[in-house]
């Protein structure tokens, strides 16, 4: 049984650009959630998606959206890169609309140059 | 109030030794204190979890100890292993159904933890 799969594994792109990182939750799970995990720091909660709406937001701005398709995978897209958008982005997914605990993919490492 | 603090933010120990890593907490709707480990490169996994109902949860050589009047909980790892060697996470969530948090993850700031052989 595949856990929480993201891609790709690492990226690279210059201030300005946009991205787009993916994610495919664990089988069975309907939740998905983001967080962003800067370099030595604690994993910072983005959002969070269920039945393809966006439920809650943390403190990020509007150039961080997302999506939530009907196979529950979803998307992460961030407009007008920072170089302090240059982290570690985590997927999670959870089996019971959010609750019950989350089980995190390996990430996207973000890099902008 | 949604602020998780956690201490230290290293340690090492020697093999054999007790790992002990401490968290507090401000905001009483918390309902859900998991911790995590995370190897480099990888993502968070969680670890054990505990619910304010009890005191002490214990799985294998992990234990979470709870005191819900001081709002703090802490990971004891007994007869620490270099395998051990990772960076360890509290978190905390409300879970409560009917609630606005949808288990939403607070994290502590994390502590590097290096075990000796």
């Known amino acids: 049984d595949a856990g929480v799969t993201q891609s790709p594994t690492h990226l690279i792109k210059t201030r300005g650009q946009q991205v787009t990182l993916r994610c495919s939750p664990k089988?069975?799970?309907?939740?998905v959630s983001w967080y962003q995990q800067a370099l030595g720091q604690g994993p910072q909660f983005i959002f969070q998606?269920?039945?393809?709406?966006?439920?809650q937001r943390g403190n990020f701005p509007d150039r961080f959206s997302g999506h939530q398709f009907p196979n529950y995978s979803s998307e992460l897209n961030v407009n007008a890169l920072l170089l302090g958008d240059s982290a570690l982005y985590l997927c999670?997914?959870?089996?019971?609309?959010?609750?019950?605990?989350?089980?995190f993919g390996s990430g996207t490492r973000l890099t902008v140059v | 109030q949604q602020q998780v603090k956690q201490s230290p933010q290293s340690l090492i120990v020697q093999k054999g030794g007790i790992s002990i890593i401490n968290c507090a907490y401000e905001?009483?709707?918390?309902?859900?204190f998991p911790w995590y480990q995370q190897f480099p490169g990888k993502g968070p996994a969680l670890l054990i979890a505990?619910?304010?109902?009890?005191s002490e949860k214990k799985e294998g050589r992990f234990t979470i100890s709870f005191n819900k009047s001081a709002k703090q909980f802490s990971l004891h790892i007994m007869d620490s292993q270099p395998g051990d060697s990772a960076t360890y996470f509290c978190?905390?969530?409300?879970?409560?159904?009917?609630?606005?948090?949808?288990?939403?993850?607070?994290f502590g700031q994390g502590t590097i933890l290096t075990v000796h052989p």
């Open positions: 089988s069975g799970h309907d939740t």
């Open positions: 999670a997914s959870s089996p019971t609309g959010g609750l019950g605990g989350y089980t």
């Open positions: 978190a905390a969530s409300e879970e409560t159904a009917g609630g606005t948090s949808y288990g939403k993850l607070t």
């Open positions: 505990i619910r304010p109902d009890v």
């Open positions: 905001n009483t709707a918390f309902d859900y």
């Open positions: 998606y269920y039945e393809e709406e966006e439920r």
